[in-house]
């Protein structure tokens, strides 16, 4: 119905999806949609629904990834109480005292209060002394404020104070976004247990599947274990062709994969080409070494007790075993010291049948 008067065509099938998973979310949420599927808009509509539903006693917070960002969105919402008749009931009443201007908005029903019953404010704004039943962060991790490892913890700091402001018994957190690499603040409040629904603009194969895991949308899930012949088809075919996808994969792969199919994979490989994962981690005998190394990264290979400082994901592999292998005294000892003195990179390594085994790790055995 609001997509009639604010003039838009009938909602698709995954417009309605994003709905539902806002409507009936039981739990805070972290929402993933490709660039165009209209996520903030229906976002905008769900303000107006919750306020529908409660005037009296709902109180929202939206956040975006600066003021500039939250007043358009405070903007669109306001004024879906002018233009929808049956939200018409919700305009603030500022003979009465309430508030409305730019940041800011009571419903009429409310009672005049400092909180408002909307109110918006950028990620680095200051939300503490409010309260809320509800926080909508959108597109709080941008590529420009997320380029950093400084910058990802001013995000991750800023976020952790939206615990102490939602309401302790019923109080939600809805986090829109677009993730812009492996590492991103949503992937971090995933891993803290804040389940993600993830919404790309095609059908995921098996391989991108297994790479989102628990995080990809039921909805795209089901379609596609229904159909499989869906699967690198349009998840919004109306409103996205093949011809409108083909123009934005022309954009770039790395642009494609991050703000379409939402897979930051592709992005960081090409952002750090240099991964622990390349190398073949083993332990080496002083006098003694295989005479055959192969390279693996099966899951069963991951060296989980030594720590990795990779990006994302990035693992230490222990070598493919292999049978019937000769062990061989090594040709010669070499050890390389890092010139510019501060002793962080050295590198010792045996070398055997010009095969040169780096075991850095285990630098200061082989020292001694």
């Given at each position: 119905?609001?997509?009639?008067?604010?003039?838009?065509?009938?909602?698709?099938?995954?417009?309605?999806?994003?709905?539902?998973?806002?409507?009936?979310?039981?739990?805070?949420l972290i929402l993933n949609g490709f660039r165009g599927v209209a996520k903030s808009t229906i976002t905008g509509i769900y303000v107006a629904w919750l306020l529908f539903k409660d005037?009296?006693?709902?109180?929202?917070?939206?956040?975006?990834?600066?003021?500039?960002?939250?007043?358009?969105?405070?903007?669109?919402?306001?004024?879906?109480?002018?233009?929808?008749?049956?939200?018409?009931?919700?305009?603030?009443?500022?003979?009465?005292?309430?508030?409305?201007?730019?940041?800011?908005?009571?419903?009429?029903?409310?009672?005049?209060?400092?909180?408002?019953?909307?109110?918006?404010?950028?990620?680095?704004?200051?939300?503490?002394?409010?309260?809320?039943?509800?926080?909508?962060?959108?597109?709080?991790?941008?590529?420009?404020?997320?380029?950093?490892?400084?910058?990802?913890?001013?995000?991750?700091?800023?976020?952790?104070?939206?615990?102490?402001?939602?309401?302790?018994?019923?109080?939600?957190?809805?986090?829109?976004?677009?993730?812009?690499?492996?590492?991103?603040?949503?992937?971090?409040?995933?891993?803290?247990?804040?389940?993600?629904?993830?919404?790309?603009?095609?059908?995921?194969?098996?391989?991108?599947?297994?790479?989102?895991?628990?995080?990809?949308?039921?909805?795209?899930?089901?379609?596609?274990?229904?159909?499989?012949?869906?699967?690198?088809?349009?998840?919004?075919?109306?409103?996205?062709?093949?011809?409108?996808?083909?123009?934005?994969?022309?954009?770039?792969?790395?642009?494609?994969?991050?703000?379409?199919?939402?897979?930051?994979?592709?992005?960081?490989?090409?952002?750090?080409?240099?991964?622990?994962?390349?190398?073949?981690?083993?332990?080496?005998?002083?006098?003694?070494?295989?005479?055959?190394?192969?390279?693996?990264?099966?899951?069963?290979?991951?060296?989980?007790?030594?720590?990795?400082?990779?990006?994302?994901?990035?693992?230490?592999?222990?070598?493919?075993?292999?049978?019937?292998?000769?062990?061989?005294?090594?040709?010669?000892?070499?050890?390389?010291?890092?010139?510019?003195?501060?002793?962080?990179?050295?590198?010792?390594?045996?070398?055997?049948?010009?095969?040169?085994?780096?075991?850095?790790?285990?630098?200061?055995?082989?020292?001694?």
């Amino acid at each position: 119905m609001v997509f009639q008067y604010i003039n838009l065509p009938s909602p698709t099938e995954i417009q309605y999806a994003i709905a539902d998973e806002l409507q009936y979310k039981e739990s805070d949420l972290i929402l993933n949609g490709f660039r165009g599927v209209a996520k903030s808009t229906i976002t905008g509509i769900y303000v107006a629904w919750l306020l529908f539903k409660d005037p009296v006693n709902t109180q929202i917070i939206y956040v975006g990834a600066n003021q500039e960002e939250a007043k358009k969105f405070m903007k669109f919402t306001r004024g879906l109480l002018e233009i929808v008749p049956f939200l018409n009931f919700l305009i603030p009443d500022v003979k009465r005292g309430q508030k409305d201007n730019a940041l800011s908005f009571d419903v009429a029903p409310a009672e005049v209060r400092i909180q408002p019953s909307c109110k918006a404010v950028g990620i680095f704004g200051n939300i503490t002394g409010n309260r809320a039943t509800d926080i909508i962060a959108d597109d709080i991790e941008t590529s420009e404020n997320c380029d950093t490892q400084i910058k990802r913890e001013h995000i991750e700091s800023a976020v952790t104070e939206f615990r102490q402001v939602v309401s302790p018994l019923k109080g939600k957190l809805l986090f829109l976004g677009t993730p812009h690499t492996e590492i991103s603040i949503y992937n971090k409040l995933h891993e803290k247990g804040i389940p993600t629904r993830i919404f790309p603009i095609k059908f995921p194969t098996p391989e991108q599947q297994e790479k989102y895991g628990d995080k990809l949308a039921p909805y795209i899930a089901n379609k596609v274990q229904q159909d499989p012949t869906l699967i690198g088809t349009s998840t919004d075919p109306i409103r996205f062709g093949e011809e409108e996808i083909l123009k934005l994969e022309a954009e770039g792969r790395s642009k494609f994969a991050m703000q379409q199919m939402l897979d930051t994979t592709l992005s960081d490989i090409e952002r750090y080409p240099l991964k622990c994962s390349d190398l073949i981690v083993m332990d080496c005998d002083k006098e003694i070494a295989p005479e055959k190394v192969a390279y693996g990264s099966a899951p069963s290979q991951i060296l989980k007790d030594i720590p990795c400082n990779g990006i994302g994901t990035d693992k230490y592999y222990a070598p493919i075993p292999l049978p019937d292998i000769k062990w061989l005294p090594y040709s010669y000892k070499m050890m390389a010291i890092d010139p510019s003195g501060r002793g962080k990179d050295e590198l010792a390594c045996f070398c055997l049948n010009k095969v040169a085994y780096r075991v850095d790790i285990v630098m200061k055995t082989l020292m001694n």
